[in-house]
């Protein structure tokens, strides 16, 4: 989704995909079973921080999934109520309620997260800035969407990859549906793996002074904080402009829609879009990083039939490096992802050390349905699981 750095926001509703048809209307809240499965003796702190769909306040809501409002805030920012709820000890589960809510279930180990309110609502953590006092804190967070179409509840990696976590859902025959989990060694595998890549990639990975790793940064946050050269896709990009300059780009934006085509083709350096009557319909300049790895700026995908669909596909092809060996998009084919040596190595990496493939390592890693999600149009109950740090 086309939300800075975030596949949905506090404020936003996670839409993702079409729901299951509902057997019975949607409760107001449902349980949401934590389990502590991370090895770590330190307290755990839970949050369920977001907007309350029927009145669309922001707020928090309490262990029983009462919800309240958040009190105004200032400027410079307020501190925010504390809104943590014990979670359980290493090895044991907790149950909670989560109402109808857009928003996130935020984790953290150790300490209590630092929440601030500004005259505009919730300061979210942005660890990408140095002075953040949530910088040091070991944590993470799920994004869910409660609302009477269902629940749909998400692991995400677009802001960063930190400590690891599985979401899932039971269904009303009783089945349960997961993602999330990486693969047995996974999480040192992937810092490993960053580490060991050239090109100013290790320098996404954040240590605590003691030497604690607590994440690794997107690679958007670390083009906007200079830890990753900002240049460090141009080469697939002239590659791609080049490419386009002499041939067309089929983008068949919509899966269920195989005849909707748009045709892309690059003069005066800018990729023009036409439709099937030949008429230009949007646009795009030649992309820096930063547009790529964020999907924003330069790729903005606003929430439309034409412009957004297409800077969606584009947004994929580019991090997922497909662009130059297809010139029908989106490519949907895995084996086909991150090839090129110019490419979106934290969201490859990411997505070698998941044990079903699917993570949501960029905004729009949905295309093609590799995101890390779960959605039912009846659920009977949620699942977070904080899994080992190792």
């Known amino acids: 989704m086309p939300l800075t750095a975030a596949a949905a926001l506090i404020g936003g509703v996670l839409s993702l995909g079409t729901p299951q048809p509902a057997d019975a209307a949607v409760p107001d809240t449902i349980p949401l079973k934590i389990t502590n499965n991370s090895g770590r003796t330190d307290q755990v702190y839970v949050y369920d921080l977001g907007t309350q769909l029927s009145t669309g306040q922001q707020g928090w809501a309490d262990a029983n999934g009462t919800f309240h409002a958040w009190p105004a805030g200032g400027n410079p920012p307020t501190p925010a109520p504390d809104a943590s709820i014990t979670g359980p000890a290493a090895g044991q589960s ?25 005259t505009g609502g919730l300061v979210q953590p942005a660890v990408q800035n140095p002075t953040d006092p ?5 944590f993470n967070w799920s994004e869910y969407t409660l609302n009477d179409s269902g629940l749909w509840i998400n692991s995400t990696q677009v802001d960063m990859f930190s400590v690891p976590y599985a979401v899932g859902v039971q269904r009303a025959d009783g089945s349960t549906a997961s993602t999330g989990h990486l693969k047995s060694g996974g999480y040192n595998g992937f810092f490993s793996a960053l580490r ?6 290790a320098n996404l990975i ?20 200079g830890a990753l050269p900002s240049t460090v896709m141009d080469d697939y990009v002239n590659r791609v402009w080049s490419k386009y300059s002499t041939s067309t780009l089929t983008v068949t934006p919509f899966a269920d829609q195989p005849n909707t085509k748009y045709y892309g083709r690059v003069s005066g350096n800018v990729m023009n879009f036409t439709n099937s009557a030949g008429a230009v319909v949007t646009s795009f300049q030649k992309p820096d990083a930063g547009s790529i790895f964020g999907c924003h700026n330069l790729l903005d995908a606003p929430n439309d039939l034409v412009r957004g669909p297409i800077s969606r596909t584009l947004c994929a092809g580019f991090n997922r490096s497909t662009l ?18 110019v ?7 990411i997505h070698a ?8 390592a960029f905004a729009f890693d949905d295309v093609g349905n590799q995101e890390s999600l779960v959605n039912d149009g009846s659920p009977q109950q949620a699942y977070l699981t904080l899994d080992p740090l190792s």
């Open 134 to 138: 949530n910088r040091n804190i070991l």
């Open 324 to 341: 130059l060996t297809s010139a029908s998009q989106p490519d949907t084919n895995a084996a086909d992802f991150y090839l090129d040596t």
């Open 196 to 201: 060991g890549q050239p090109g100013g990639w």
């Open 94 to 118: 907790k149950t909670i309620r989560i109402p109808k809510f857009s928003g996130r279930i935020y984790f953290s180990y150790g300490q209590k997260l630092d929440f601030r309110l500004t």
């Open 353 to 360: 050390q998941m044990a079903d493939g699917k993570a949501y």
């Open 343 to 349: 490419t979106n190595h934290y969201a490859r990496k």
């Open 206 to 225: 954040q240590t605590r002074s003691d030497g604690t790793v607590l994440r690794a940064l997107s690679p958007l946050y670390g083009v906007e904080t």
